[in-house]
Structure formats: C-alpha cells, structure tokens
C-alpha cells in the first residue's frame, strides 16, 4: 500500500474524489446563475463600465468555466481566460463556449501554481478555489505577476477568522473544518503542499495578499450569502 494511503501521512490524491468536482460544478452553478452578474462583480470598484469597455480577464481554479461562460456571455467585448488541471473541467467548460457560440472564452491546462507574467490580464477572479492550492503562495504570486498596474484580484472564499475561537459560534463552522480535514488540506497535501485548508480564514487571507504584492486589500459581503467573503485587492 502506497504510505500516501497507509496512515503515514502523506495526504490523499484527487484521483481518490472522481465525483467531488462535478459535485461541485453542480453547487456552484446555482450560485453563480443567482449572484455573479448583478451582486459579485460589481463588488469591484469601476469593474462594470470597465467591462462594458472590454478588458482581459482570467479565472484561476475554473473548474467546469460556468462563471467564465456566464462572464464572457454577459460582455462581448472582454477576453476571459479559464486555468486549470482538470481535464473533464476544461472539456466542459469548452464544450458550454462552444455551444453559446462565445468566442471570447478560453481555456488552459495549467498547474496554476507555476502561473507567472507577463503582465496581461487588468482581473482575475478565484472563486473557493485558492484554499484548495497546494502552494496557494505562489498561486496568489502568479497571480499578482499576470496583473497589469492596477488591475484588481476578486477572490472568493469561505467566510470564516483564522483564529479557531472566533469561529465557535458559527453554526456551519464544524461542517467546513470537517471538510477542510477530509478534503482541502489531504489534497493539497498529497501534492506536497502546505495543507492551508478550508478554514484558512480572513486575517491569513490578507496576509497571504499582502505578502504576494497586493495593495488596498478588502473584505467584502454579499446579501443573503453567509458562507463567503469577497476579497478584493489591486496590483499596485
């Protein structure tokens, strides 16, 4: 028995979860139908008329690329880019450009922890998915280094503090460390990484921003969605 399975330590593989990103493609779906266009964008100060004009875009962690079909639909003149490692993700994710007959979306195979500059992109979105990373350092890095001067990060993550006692009385706080142990930190360990987990929480969040090179970092919320902060910060 491979030691990543034995009880050695050593976290368990993706490959071990064939169902959790569909499942999750699923979930997330219904939440961006309901709230991306109208409540999480325009969270972003100016992003609306900026995307009227047309700008680069990129969604770090896509998954199936919902959000990317729904963002690249809803503004034609922008260009919206998709990273990420899962195959079936990415081939659903073209497969929906392709039959909305959206030019303007794309979709890349990447590790996205080795993304890097140049600077080409004026927003990137992340939704839960930098919590995920097995080195979300260098993810939100890369992210910083694709930026151009100015350009704006709208990461998407569970609400919660980084500190286990302020979360005592979140009634679905046991659910996310609970999954953050089954699932988030083994995967991340599994690919030799630093374990961050679900629950990484709102002071880390911005410490990890900061220390990657974000600048005017905020946390913001959105009516009737209490599992989530809305992180936004600019390139400097």
């Known amino acids: 028995m491979s030691s990543r399975l034995s ?7 993706y490959s071990r979860f064939p169902r959790f990103q569909n499942l999750m493609a699923e979930l997330s779906a219904d939440v961006f139908d309901a709230t991306l266009l109208e409540s999480t964008l325009p969270l972003v100060p100016g992003l609306s008329e900026r ?4 700008i680069d875009a990129a969604d770090v962690g896509c998954g199936s690329g919902h959000a990317i079909a729904l963002m690249a639909e809803a503004f034609p003149k922008n260009r919206f880019t998709g990273f990420d490692f899962f195959d079936e993700g990415l081939a659903a994710g073209r497969a929906e450009a392709a039959s909305k007959g959206l030019s303007n979306a794309t979709f890349e195979a990447k590790d996205v922890a080795t993304l890097s500059g ?7 979105t992340a939704f839960d998915s930098i919590h995920d990373q097995a080195r979300p350092d260098r993810v939100l890095a890369g992210i910083a280094e694709m930026l151009r ?3 704006s990060i709208l990461c998407v993550d569970i609400a919660a503090s980084s500190n286990l006692e302020e979360n005592l009385d979140n009634p679905v706080a ?3 460390y609970s999954g953050s142990a089954m699932h988030c930190m083994t995967v991340s360990l599994a690919l030799g990484g630093i374990g961050l987990g679900t629950m990484w929480g709102e002071q ?4 990890m921003m900061r220390e990657a ?3 005017s970092i905020q946390t ?3 009516e009737g969605d209490f599992f989530n902060n809305y992180y936004i910060a600019t390139k400097g």
């Open 220 to 222: 913001a919320r959105v």
């Open 174 to 176: 046991p659910m996310f």
């Open 118 to 124: 140049p600077a080409r992109f004026d927003l990137v």
């Open 51 to 54: 995307l009227t004009d047309g």
């Open 149 to 151: 001067p100015g350009g």
């Open 204 to 207: 880390k969040a911005h410490e």
């Open 7 to 13: 009880g050695k330590g050593g976290g368990v593989p």
């Open 213 to 215: 090179g974000f600048t």
